[in-house]
DNA sequence: GATGGACCCACTGTATACACTGCATATCGA
DNA sequence: TCGATATGCAGTGTATACAGTGGGTCCATC
């Protein structure tokens, strides 16, 4: 019964879980969770009784949680079975094009309506994610590059784009590795970063917008590299890093 | 009892709306449809055994057709009841601005895969809508535009990107009244489609961009006037049109 | 007349029960 | 031995039952 795999990857966020009053948000969020940093592979299958079990609730919640992951297009359903969704390598390549969109009319926003303050915070994430690179951790890595951007986002003022970006975020979440792992990316993506702060110092939006989309655009060319890598040398045994990042 | 006015709301969709095997499903879709279209006005409160009568079903599948629904921002618990969410001016305004970066990146890469066909068949939506205007069609003309950007977001290749535009053209069925209510609006926006009409048939994806991103902008324009109009006289008993469009 | 508190009821959230459906396996016939 | 039909079963979809809770109302007191 592959129950255990279910089991192992749920129950460290499941016990950590906060108190909710409702038990069907608790199932929802830590299974989007589980989902999201890919402790649950894509592909994995299971059925609404295995997930009650888990969760050591009745159906009833599960069925709401997995309705609404379903809307999410996280779960699907498949015949008669539970599927996690997987994402093809074209899905992937996609986003990179919505996400730049999106990120370039946050940077001309968020230049439009900067304050010292929040620049200087904006500033400071960089300067975070500068230390754990030059650490060498990734995860950490990662997880401030989503925070420069998900303040680059609330920068804008915009609570609708700030949900869209969000959601394309967690989407990011489940690429398979990260372009971290390319050689000398993280170093590109600080300075990239720089730039859309410069830009963004100097009031200029139309160049925050451009940088922030050029950024976007050099994320989607190492991937492009590391995919057609990926299907040249389909044997190599994945890059040095877990793949359940954060 | 409000119940009256949640039945005559919803019935009619309801009675048309097709056989699904999931009753849960058609309460879904019908409250979505009867949401968006307006039939059923923002601030509605009503509880889950109302909709249980209306639908003539349990609450069960009415509970998961709720809960999926307030996953889109369609409808919100507020304390013990269930409301259909409203949309504030500024969410409106919002929207315009993340509808305009989408509607560029769609007008971008479909300008980059274009088929002789394709543009053929946007041009032939554009002359129906021109047809519908012509004939004071207001509610055609409504949808007509809708589908020439749905076709647009299509002829970009990009599902994701697809979904996206699907995602905020709902919200956008959501809007207080049309910008096509203001005087000559109809016109300027055929003209405007036939602006990204030509920047993609002479293969210039940065004028199909910009040409597309000028289209909603103006809507935004029109848009912020009709607020400011509203604000100015808000005795001002509506325009001609009723407000359930489509 | 206003304000605070207690009680009651309506409504929600979860569990359980039941019916239906599709699939797999078994059994019978040729 | 192979195929077709029957039968059991796993899993889903819906209804119903039950407990808990928050909000509203009514009365008492200031």
Redesign the pocket.
């Known amino acids: 019964m592959a129950d255990d795999e279910l089991l192992a990857a749920i129950q460290p966020i499941w016990s950590e879980s906060g108190s909710f ?4 948000d608790a199932v929802f969020l830590t299974l989007r969770e589980v989902i999201l940093s890919q402790r649950l592979p894509a592909g994995k299958v299971f ?3 295995d997930l009650a079990g888990v969760f050591s ?5 599960v ?1 709401e949680a997995v309705q609404r992951l379903i809307g999410e297009h996280l779960l699907e ?1 498949r ?4 599927v996690v969704s997987a994402m093809s390598p074209a899905e992937v390549l996609e986003i990179y094009d919505v996400r730049g969109a999106l990120d370039a009319l946050a940077a001309r926003l968020a230049t439009e309506h900067a304050t010292p303050p929040e620049i200087a915070q904006l500033r400071w994430l960089n300067e975070q994610m500068r230390a754990a690179v030059d650490a060498d951790d990734v995860a950490g890595s990662f997880r401030l590059n989503l925070e420069y951007h998900d303040y680059l986002a609330r920068m804008s003022r915009n609570e609708f784009l700030l949900r869209q970006v969000r959601m394309v975020q967690d989407r990011v979440r489940r690429f398979p590795h990260t372009t971290f792992e390319f050689s000398g990316r993280p170093d590109q993506i600080l300075h990239e970063h720089q730039r859309i702060l410069d830009a963004i110092e100097a009031g200029d939006s139309a160049a925050a917008a451009a940088a922030a989309n050029d950024h976007i655009m050099q994320s989607k060319d190492i991937r492009l590299a590391m995919l057609d890598d990926d299907r040249t040398t389909p044997a190599a045994p994945a890059a040095a890093l877990g793949s359940p990042l954060e």
Chains 1, 2 share one sequence.
């Open positions: 009053n409702r038990s069907s059925t609404e009784e609730v009745s159906r009833t919640p069925r359903r015949g008669r079975r539970i």
